[in-house]
């Protein structure tokens, strides 16, 4: 039997395949089994006739890890599957860069990682996103399972490829975010982990349906790779784009000069190399609390925006103030460069958008507002702020090691190329029509992920809780092996 999609000779879906893909379609392209029965769970509905639904405590072992990230003196040397390994990897292996930390003899053997079990997060700041599931691939002498962690060791009954694409599925992975506890932080106790309830088909069975998944969603998640790495590409054409046009211009015939910076090279002849605060003035920006926030009222932009705007220009505000309160904000206008004053990597210090809001607006603290007293234009100015030229020079600028701040002196000092007025219009009208073409193509490249990722879920849901019967497809899996 062949697959309900047709992969496309790149391993790719179509467009108008992947705008489509639901649980129904899916559960045509393959066969259904012979006979359903009702499984009394009311999620799960109708299960193949010859399945059980059984609690997981009835069919592995659950326990909560209580290994720290600590070297303590007299204990164990260990490597230590933390989150971050569970949270990132479908499978754990002994390719993953583990942490080393210290353990006691009791917990290196009862923490021990072996083929099979199953490792889940059981702590999550978002209730929605727990029991992230891997597969211990093989066995991994003086690797243990590390705190935050919960392992599930299947016995005779179940096997552990088929457990891990069963946390996945709709219906299954909504019990742990039901039963997670919690306000600011979500965590699951190892009652509630063995008391959730699985669809449990014959043993042989489980092991089918893992290996037509593993085979199904490898092809997605190579394709996924690809296109992701796609849009990597398109992203670093973008700011090549950008980084090219407001530093050499539109002229390829153009008289260049070495204006002796560094990083920068040479800039058309005609253009000057200036600092911000020979052009305008800087102001820090005041403001009130989120109490102040509402619907509707003076557009008030904040910190956050300038990472959520498009790109490097704030085109709506995400949250008004009242306009009894505007005036303990810091007014902006059309045109004023924000700068956020803090950043916690390289890249975000200083991150910087152009305000383009025609209407009156403010901006609240923890902002820098530039001003510029030439002319200027305002989308010119924008992509010239996120160039790398700039973004090199801020990140030198930050001051401070978890958060890194900037400050109005040093953002003084940021020396841009500035063309002629006429000529800043051109390059950004250029910008705005290349990085337009990109950002098409970015957004239906991303939209075809998502889809992808639609499918994923889908078709691991269909399999685990039996909407689909891919025996047969297994046993041609099996039969061809190596010949994909």
């Known amino acids: 039997m062949e697959a309900a999609f047709d992969w496309g000779g790149d391993g790719g879906l179509s467009m108008a395949e992947s705008r489509g893909m639901q649980v129904g379609d899916i559960e045509s392209g393959f066969k259904r089994y012979p006979r359903y029965r009702d499984s009394g769970v009311k999620w799960l509905g109708d299960i193949p006739a010859h399945w059980e639904v059984r609690r997981l405590k009835t069919t592995a072992t659950v326990q909560l890890s209580n290994?720290?990230?600590?070297?303590?003196?007299?204990?164990?040397?260990?490597?230590?599957?933390?989150?971050?390994?569970?949270?990132?990897?479908?499978?754990?292996?002994?390719?993953?860069?583990?942490?080393?930390?210290?353990?006691?003899?009791?917990q290196v053997e009862r923490f021990a990682l072996r083929r099979g079990d199953v490792l889940i997060t059981k702590d999550s700041e978002d209730g929605m996103d727990i029991a992230v599931p891997a597969l211990v691939a093989e066995t991994l002498p003086g690797v243990v399972c590390g705190y935050h962690l919960a392992q599930i060791k299947p016995i005779a009954v179940s096997d552990g490829s088929y457990l891990a694409r069963a946390f996945v599925a709709a219906g299954v992975c909504d019990q742990f975010s039901v039963a997670a506890n919690g306000i600011t932080r979500f965590g699951l106790t190892s009652r509630a982990i063995g008391d959730s309830v699985f669809p449990l088909p014959p043993l042989p069975e489980q092991r089918a349906i893992a290996l037509f998944l593993d085979r199904e969603t490898g092809r997605v998640d190579r394709l996924i790779v690809k296109k992701q790495r796609l849009v990597e590409l398109?992203?670093?054409?973008?700011?090549?784009?950008?980084?090219?046009?407001?530093?050499?211009?539109?002229?390829?015939?153009?008289?260049?000069?070495d204006p002796g910076t560094a990083r920068l090279g040479a800039i058309p002849a005609h253009w000057d190399l200036i600092e911000l605060g020979?052009?305008?003035?800087?102001?820090?920006?005041?403001?009130?609390?989120k109490l102040d926030e509402q619907e509707t009222g003076v557009p008030c932009i904040r910190y956050g925006d300038?990472?959520?705007c498009h790109h490097h220009f704030v085109h709506r505000a995400r949250s008004c103030v009242a306009p009894e309160v505007a005036g303990n904000y810091t007014s902006?206008?059309?045109?004023?460069?924000?700068?956020?004053?803090?950043?916690?990597?390289?890249?975000?210090?200083?991150?910087?958008?152009?305000?383009?809001?025609?209407?009156?607006?403010?901006?609240?603290?923890d902002i820098i507002?530039?001003?510029?007293?030439?002319?200027?234009?305002p989308k010119?100015?924008?992509?010239?702020?996120?160039s790398p030229h700039a973004v090199y020079q801020k990140a030198r600028m930050g001051r401070g090691f978890t958060v890194a701040h900037i400050y109005i002196p040093q953002l003084r000092q940021l020396r841009i190329p500035l063309p002629p007025p006429r000529e800043q219009r051109m390059i950004a009208d250029h910008l705005d029509h290349e990085t337009r073409k990109l950002d098409t193509l970015v957004k239906k490249i991303s939209y075809a992920i998502d889809r992808l990722l639609e499918y994923r879920s889908s078709v691991i849901s269909a399999a685990v809780t039996g909407r689909i019967d891919v025996r047969e497809k297994s046993i041609r899996i099996t039969c061809g092996a190596g010949l994909d």
Request: glycine share 10%; hydrophobic share 35%; with cysteine.
């Open 67 to 106: 290994v720290d990230k600590k070297t303590m003196p007299g204990q164990v040397p260990v490597a230590l599957c933390n989150y971050v390994d569970v949270y990132y990897n479908n499978k754990i292996t002994d390719r993953i860069d583990f942490m080393l930390a210290t353990a006691t003899e009791e």
């Open 234 to 257: 398109l992203h670093e054409k973008r700011t090549s784009l950008i980084s090219r046009a407001v530093t050499r211009g539109l002229d390829p015939e153009a008289r260049m000069r």
């Open 278 to 289: 020979r052009i305008g003035e800087f102001w820090k920006g005041r403001g009130g609390t």
């Open 306 to 308: 300038l990472y959520t």
């Open 332 to 365: 902006i206008r059309y045109g004023d460069v924000l700068f956020a004053a803090s950043g916690e990597t390289v890249e975000d210090i200083g991150k910087s958008a152009v305000n383009l809001l025609r209407s009156e607006a403010v901006c609240g603290g």
């Open 369 to 377: 507002l530039f001003r510029s007293q030439r002319d200027c234009v």
């Open 380 to 386: 010119f100015m924008g992509y010239a702020m996120g």
